[in-house]
């Protein structure tokens, strides 16, 4: 498969300020994708905020596999706090406030301490298409943030007022480059790279090859696929199982390619999660 690499030139300007203004925060809330948690996991992110307390959010969890989720909300919490969510969710914004007294407990011990009652103030961070702005909305309680299902949509910062503390969005930032292909093919998978630059035909081909290893009941139930032996077959039978045919007969793979990813990325396939918390120990601290 062909190598995968994305950092447009405006990402290098973003890290510039999200360093610039590190030091007017007080914490961090660093958005997962809970179905590619390492894969959404920046490290040269994480490098930037220094001493900063970090609150990572496995966000989008309705879309992942429970068990596997819970165990990364575990793992992560080895070295940090850690919160699993679905920001579009009805009661997501009380659950993550509720993280934030504990999360900020020093900087509330401080603040008392000087007599001040200052909001506090945090970032919101993360790869592209995580859904920072999701986040943001729903704890302002208003579409402050312009979202969307691509990646790329937030180009600037921007302070939102919430009830009690104040958010500043950033745009999402990728690494420079990808040490792991695997990873970054992961990040293929969930939209954090712009469909444009990937070939979706190769895309779709490793997608049903990690699915059909954790999860081939999902594309049985939904293309009808017994055998998952061989991708290109596998491929070939969401072809036909959608009515995906070309004249006389050939197979549409360009739009069984687009079924297959848009399929998982809405949830249609069932809750699947692209890596196992057991694999990553130490990864996040």
Not at 17 to 24: G, I, K
Not at 108 to 115: E, L, M
Request: charged share 25%; hydrophobic share 45%.
């Amino acid at each position: 498969m062909k190598h995968i690499q994305w950092f447009p030139g405006h990402m290098t300007k973003a890290m510039r300020m999200m360093e610039e203004n590190v030091p007017l925060v007080d914490g961090v809330l660093f958005v997962l994708d809970a179905r590619a948690p390492a894969a959404t996991f920046n490290k040269n992110l994480k490098k930037l905020f220094g001493a900063k307390p970090v609150l990572y959010l496995l966000n989008k969890c309705d879309l992942a596999d429970e068990a596997k989720t819970d165990a990364f909300v575990a793992e992560i919490a080895k070295s940090a706090f850690a919160l699993k969510c679905t920001a579009t969710a009805q009661g997501a914004a009380s659950k993550i406030a509720a993280k934030l007294p504990e999360l900020l407990k020093e900087k509330f011990a401080r603040d008392a301490a000087k007599g001040m009652t200052r909001p506090p103030r945090l970032m919101v961070a993360g790869i592209p298409n995580t859904g920072k702005s999701t986040v943001i909305n729903a704890l302002s309680g208003a579409k402050r943030a312009v979202t969307g299902d691509k990646a790329g949509v937030t180009r600037g910062k921007q302070w939102i007022r919430c009830e009690g503390f104040e958010l500043l969005d950033t745009p999402g930032t990728m690494p420079p480059s990808f040490e792991n292909q695997a990873l970054a093919r992961h990040l293929a998978y969930i939209g954090s790279i712009n469909d444009d630059i990937l070939d979706m035909d190769e895309i779709a081909l490793e997608l049903l090859g990690e699915i059909a290893q954790a999860y081939p009941q999902y594309l049985t139930a939904r293309y009808s696929i017994t055998d998952f032996s061989a991708p290109l077959a596998m491929y070939e039978q969401v072809c036909r199982a959608r009515g995906f045919l070309l004249r006389g007969g050939a197979f549409d793979y360009e739009r069984g390619g687009k079924a297959v990813v848009d399929d998982f990325r809405k949830g249609r396939l069932g809750r699947i999660t692209l890596e196992r918390a057991e694999d990553f120990r130490g990864f996040f601290g």
